[in-house]
């Protein structure tokens, strides 16, 4: 009997799981409410992990998931399978979740990273102060993104970290295809110069 190179099941059974996850998004996307029991089983503890190492509360964590579920509810068709794999997409409305969750606490200050999310070393290939670069780098952003212009942000939230299309947000905001250009690209160019600025 032949066996698999090291680490081919490993990757088969990832594949696996991202292709059920993908299908099971389709489907909560079309109305299927069993679907969502099923992401549920599959990317709760991930997800309730993300907002507990940013929120380092375990009933803001569990009200964050609570939360990102029902978004995920009423956005399952804005999922793209072509932009991201599902489980980052998921995790990065996580990730989102959580830090409105301090911004309304107030807790997320200029540059400023929990140290618990600092500490924090998401991939073994990532060296430890790496990660804390890239988790100050992070909170740069979500600092000048607060600086933009509520439409600007909202567009600018809503098409990098959301994954929304610029025609999406277009019909959302009832507003041109062109506004909605011109509002990410000046948005862009505020971002931009906030973060040099930093």
Known sequence: MQQAPLGVDRDSDAEAARAALKADI???????RSALKDIYRATSAKLYGIALRILG???????????????LWKRAE?????RASPI????????NRAVD????????AHASV?????????DGSVPADGQ?????????IHFCLEQLEKRQRSAISRAFLG???????????????STVKSRVHRGLSRLKACIERQ
Not at 26 to 32: E, N
Not at 115 to 121: D, F, G, L, W
Not at 163 to 177: H, K, N, R, S, W
């Open 88 to 95: 980052s997409w998921l995790a990065t409305m996580a990730r």
């Open 57 to 71: 509360d375990e009933r803001e964590a569990e009200d964050a998931v609570q939360d990102i579920y029902l978004d």
């Open 26 to 32: 389709a489907r909560l996307a079309t109305g299927d």
């Open 132 to 140: 804390i670069e890239l988790d100050q780098r992070d909170a740069r």
């Open 101 to 108: 969750r301090l911004r309304t606490r107030g807790k997320v």
């Open 114 to 122: 929990p140290e618990a999310a600092a500490a924090h070393v998401a």
């Open 163 to 177: 994954g929304a299309t610029y025609i999406q947000l277009a019909e959302d905001d009832d507003v041109p295809l």
């Open 78 to 82: 804005r999922y793209d399978p072509a």
